[in-house]
């Protein structure tokens, strides 16, 4: 399973800077949309990978941390959903404000 | 310590005021104006209550620890000087108020004038009243900050604004001197008490750092003071309303330096250091800028070059360092305060009434108001040191000591010559300043016709007159007692024998004094022709100017070096910064691979892949090949590979024991698509060209370079995350949360805990960037205006209501409406369970997957459903959403459940959890934290229907922008 989330990650990450560098901001947005699955489950993976063990704890005892997968990076990635929802919103609007304005979809501005 | 808290109030209450003042509507001036009388007569009361306590060198002192591990404490002490500082800034206040009062326009917000006043006179207090030198440093920060906002009080007005940058710049970058040398200071002493400090004279000057903490200290008094080569910025300030420069430029502001240049005297004056730094900026001061006062065209520039001059007066008395010279210094502080503020006033009156400040047009006013014109005679007889005035006195005080000997140098031996030169000088500038505007043939050219302000405005300038008069006639019953305990407290209680009387006989200083009557009447009559020619500055030492020397540097460093490192290192462009970004990302990440050879591949034992697993992962990449291949031409088909990516990863959560993270992720995702679909109407159409099919070298060779990039990012981030795989799990900050979430958080649902209650204040600074974001979104949209060419209605839609339109018995928008008539109404009715199903998800959120968060995506998901099935009218007529409502009460109640653990006397945002017993419902978890997270949950739901809403409403402008285009 490690293998294939690290392939996973690696053409993830590639696909996103790839569009990142592009010249059109759609292909921009879509890249960090990818990037961002890429951070995401990277950051994640650093909490290493344990199925089966979601850390929700019996009531009433204290936790055992050997016996549930690491609740840290999951609080951390859920953190960084947000936050990317958030960036993917806003830079949606200045795109199209930028496209408004410019004429056109250019990340420069630049006509074709 | 009844004393302790009058000291405290004596600084505090300004700042109360001040606070006050600014929460006043725009137009409430009376009130305003009765706060700030309030605190000066208040104030002026417990000034005069501690002076019994002050005399003969003795001080009253009140602490509160700050920061005692740096020796940083809240302490003020008022002695003799303090004493006398204090009650200038309250007494010249509170008659500043009461002539602001009648000169601030009705149009201007007088609350915020009072407002930034009261703060200035607090910041003022804090300085003269400071026990310890970093709080002294800091209401000297204070003052250079609140004379900013006062100079800039017109702040349409350009002058205005250059001239407080100026102030600011210059007074606060000799503030930032000071602060070193006082760090410096209390260094060499052990101590910033200010007590310690003035105890210690005899260590600071055998200090090795004596030199550079002297030149520090003297750099922050200079500056402040206006002393020449820094002057240039107070004849700028002049464009501050006249009340600010009544006070600011002759009582307070500019007296600050020369009171830190008193308060120290006694531990660093009477080295050959100190004569020779601060006598020379003394005296050039003095003669420079009572040179330049003569040729001034404007009222109030010849007043603030006359400022400088007086100070610069001071400096050099301060700077002699012979204790005679220190009482002749602080009886010249009091007497110029007086004098100047009610000329500045007078001048204020002047402009007010005649709509000008040009010498050049003002004349004959003797006419129209001869009462402030004979008040501001005997002001201006007083700068000149007419006898009888109490300006002689003090002059008089300096002749002697400038005759006297004290290092027997050459600069020494000049001074009288100087001095009686600079006397002349004061006399013809002050000549002028009375013939020029009172006497002459009646005026011409004025805006307004020229009458007697109200009563009240001319009583600050009678009172302060009458004070001239007063200490002029009987200088020793006056003032004598004042001038004792403040010059006592600068140079101890063993005063030199000096007299406070009007005759002191045929004498040498009273010879330069006639000298420079004379020669001042002589000078001004020789130089009446120049001055009515009317060119502005003086005709010797015009390219003496400070002030372009200063605007070059500033051009230098803020425009030219500024532009030549944008040129160097920036680019507007967007994809060489991110092409930049990902290169700087690579090399950092590759450094600590290369050097300790982290790549390798660890010891843990693999996870075993299942068959569905690579099945899975295996669909996800080619989505994500997919998405980067098709996103230039087929938006929506990229858009919906990239869905099936953002799937996969939600999928891997799951299965890898993360379900708050698949929860999340899958509801992100759906409004995220709903975001970007919405969007996708205002993107230009995109058609494969000749050109694409057939790119250039240079595109090619782009493209290579950027997926060589590509390519180095996604080797990189697989081989990092495969080599932490691979390796066992150190003990981290985990396992405390793992064993405390139930325990103290009260909640089985570790990682909501965490959100909730351990990491709360991120949680909460998350939400509020959310609130941010949504905000903008808004805002930007609200001036959004679509390319022309996507304005029109999308084809079919065309297409549709074409069709309405042929047949005679449909309306316009019905096939649009039938269109999804099932979905539609499936749709309507699915609100109800997607709500309870937030409900559910928010409950349960502390044990179990859920939370605010998600609950909050899942209400605005049941929003977005109705604006999808009835079109934005459709719902917006059955439905109203208040978007802001949502986020301004889910921001509020995330952070009073904070604030609440703080009244109760724990940390910010502590929780307290226990479970309640509800009937039907059963156990449900009660956590404050719960609370908070109906915050997240209102918050959410806000925002995210916010910006949908937002985009959605884009629809209904496009058509209407061409209608209002003229079009048919």
Same mark, same amino acid.
């Given at each position: 399973m490690e293998t294939i989330l690290a392939i996973g990650i690696g053409v993830l990450g590639g696909a996103g800077t790839w569009l990142l560098l592009r010249p059109r901001t759609y292909q921009v947005i879509i890249g960090l949309s990818l990037l961002s699955y890429a951070v995401n489950l990277f950051i994640f993976s650093m909490g290493r990978l344990r199925p089966g063990a979601p850390p929700i704890l019996e009531k009433g005892v204290a936790g055992d941390p050997a016996a549930f997968a690491d609740p840290l990076p999951q609080g951390l990635v859920l953190t960084a959903i947000v936050i990317g929802f958030a960036m /993917?919103?806003?830079?949606? %609007?200045?795109? =199209?404000?930028?496209?408004?304005? /410019?004429?056109?979809?250019? %990340?420069?501005? =630049?006509?074709d | 310590m009844p004393d302790g808290m009058l000291l405290f109030a004596l600084v505090g209450m300004p700042f109360l005021g001040s606070l006050l003042a600014s929460l006043l509507p725009r137009a409430a001036r009376e009130s305003a104006v009765l706060i700030a009388a309030a605190v000066t007569v208040v104030g002026i009361g417990i000034t005069i209550l501690f002076y019994p306590q002050v005399q003969e060198g003795a001080s009253v002192a009140a602490k509160l620890p700050w920061i005692p591990e740096f020796g940083l404490e809240f302490g003020f002490r008022i002695d003799g000087l303090a004493w006398l500082f204090a009650i200038l800034v309250y007494g010249i206040g509170g008659l500043v108020v009461l002539y602001a009062r009648y000169y601030i326009a009705a149009e201007d917000p007088a609350p915020r004038f009072i407002s930034f006043l009261l703060a200035f006179m607090g910041a003022m207090l804090g300085v003269v009243l400071a026990g310890n030198l970093i709080l002294l440093v800091f209401f000297w920060e204070l003052t250079s900050l609140f004379s900013f906002l006062l100079i800039g009080y017109w702040h349409h007005n350009a002058g205005a604004r250059d001239g407080a940058r100026m102030a600011l710049t210059v007074t606060a970058a000799g503030g930032i001197c000071l602060f070193v040398g006082a760090i410096l200071l209390g260094r060499i002493v052990g101590s910033y008490d200010l007590d310690v400090v003035l105890a210690s004279g005899e260590a600071i000057r055998s200090s090795p750092l004596f030199l550079p903490v002297l030149v520090l200290i003297l750099l922050g008094a200079?500056?402040?003071?206006?002393?020449?080569?820094?002057?240039?910025?107070?004849?700028?300030?002049?464009?501050?309303?006249?009340?600010?420069?009544?006070y600011l430029h002759s009582a307070t502001m500019v007296k600050a330096g020369v009171f830190l240049l008193a308060r120290l005297w006694p531990v660093m004056a009477g080295t050959d250091a100190w004569f020779y730094l601060v006598v020379p900026a003394g005296l050039a001061t003095l003669v420079i800028g009572a040179y330049f006062a003569i040729f001034q065209q404007d009222l109030k520039g010849l007043l603030a070059y006359s400022t400088i001059s007086h100070l610069g007066l001071i400096t050099l008395l301060l700077g002699l360092g012979s204790p005679l010279a220190a009482v002749a210094a602080v009886f010249h502080i009091l007497n110029h305060a007086i004098f100047k503020a009610s000329l500045f006033m007078a001048a204020g009156i002047i402009d007010h009434e005649t709509g000008t400040r040009d010498l050049r047009r003002l004349s004959g006013l003797w006419r129209y108001m001869p009462f402030t014109a004979s008040l501001a005679m005997v002001a201006a007889a007083a700068m000149a040191g007419v006898p009888l005035l109490n300006g002689f006195l003090s002059k008089e005080m300096f002749f002697a000591e400038a005759v006297a000997d004290h290092?027997?140098?050459?600069?020494?031996?000049?001074?009288?010559?100087?001095a009686t030169l600079a006397g002349m000088f004061s006399v013809a500038y002050s000549l002028r300043f009375i013939l020029g505007t009172f006497f002459g043939p009646p005026p011409t050219d004025l805006p307004r016709m020229p009458h007697e302000p109200p009563r009240w405005m001319r009583f600050p300038i009678e009172l302060l007159v009458v004070i001239c008069l007063v200490i002029g006639i009987i200088p020793g019953r006056a003032v004598g007692w004042l001038l004792a305990s403040a010059a006592q407290a600068v140079v101890g209680t063993d005063l030199p024998y000096y007299s406070l009387a009007v005759w002191h006989g045929f004498n040498l200083p009273l010879l330069m004094s006639v000298i420079a009557m004379a020669g001042g009447i002589v000078l001004y009559l020789a130089l009446r022709g120049y001055l009515a020619s009317g060119s502005e500055g003086p005709p010797l030492l015009q390219d003496l100017n400070a002030q372009r020397i200063f605007e070059n540097v500033m051009v230098t460093l803020s425009w030219k070096w500024a532009r030549t490192l944008e040129q160097i290192f920036g680019t507007r462009r967007l994809q060489p910064q991110l092409r930049l970004l990902v290169m700087v990302a690579i090399l950092a990440a590759s450094v600590p691979v290369l050097v300790h050879g982290a790549a390798s591949v660890g010891t843990r034992a693999l996870t075993p892949a299942t068959p569905a697993f690579i099945l899975v992962w295996a669909i996800g990449i080619a989505c994500a090949l997919g998405a980067a291949h098709q996103a230039?031409?087929?938006?929506?088909?990229?858009?919906?590979?990239?869905?099936?990516?953002?799937?996969v990863t939600c999928l891997t959560f799951l299965w890898l024991s993360a379900p708050d993270l698949a929860l999340t992720q899958l509801l992100v995702e759906i409004v995220t698509t709903v975001l970007i679909l919405l969007g996708l109407r205002w993107l230009p159409k995109r058609i494969i060209t000749q050109e694409d099919m057939r790119p250039s070298g240079a595109v090619i060779a782009r493209r290579f370079r950027d997926l060589a990039l590509a390519l180095a990012v996604g080797l990189g981030l697989s081989m990092l995350s495969y080599a932490v795989m691979t390796r066992p799990l150190p003990d981290t900050v985990s396992r405390f949360f793992v064993e405390r979430a139930y325990t103290e958080g009260g909640g089985t649902n570790i990682v909501n805990v965490i959100l909730v209650d351990f990491r709360g204040f991120d949680t909460l600074g998350e939400i509020t960037v959310l609130c941010v974001v949504a905000l903008t979104v808004f805002a930007m949209l609200r001036r959004f205006r679509p390319a022309p060419d996507s304005v029109e209605r999308p084809e079919q839609q065309r297409i549709q209501n074409a069709y309405d339109a042929a047949r005679p018995d449909r309306e316009v928008g019905d096939t649009v409406a039938d269109y999804l008539l099932i979905p539609r109404f499936i749709m309507q009715w699915l609100f109800p369970p997607i709500a309870v199903l937030a409900v559910y998800l928010f409950m349960r959120g502390h044990d179990l997957p859920g939370g605010g968060f998600a609950a909050g995506i899942v209400l605005s998901i049941a929003f977005v459903l109705q604006y999808m099935a009835a079109g934005v009218r459709g719902a917006e007529a059955v439905l109203r959403v208040l978007p802001l409502r949502w986020m301004g009460l889910g921001l509020l109640t995330a952070s009073l459940t904070g604030l609440a653990s703080l009244l109760l006397g724990y940390p910010f945002l502590t929780s307290y959890a226990r479970y309640v017993h509800l009937p039907v419902v059963g156990e449900v978890p009660m956590a404050s934290a719960l609370m908070f997270d109906l915050g997240v949950f209102a918050l959410v739901v806000g925002a995210t229907v916010l910006m949908l809403i937002a985009l959605a409403h884009q629809s209904l402008r496009g058509p209407r922008e061409t209608r209002s285009l003229g079009e048919p």
């Open positions: /993917t919103a806003l830079f949606l %609007v200045v795109l =199209l404000t930028a496209r408004g304005r /410019t004429g056109s979809d250019h %990340v420069d501005g =630049l006509g | 200079l500056t402040k003071s206006a002393q020449f080569p820094f002057h240039f910025w107070l004849p700028n300030a002049m464009s501050a309303p006249t009340p600010v420069s009544a290092t027997g140098s050459l600069l020494d031996d000049s001074l009288p010559y100087f230039k031409f087929h938006r929506l088909a990229a858009l919906a590979l990239t869905g099936g990516a953002g799937l």
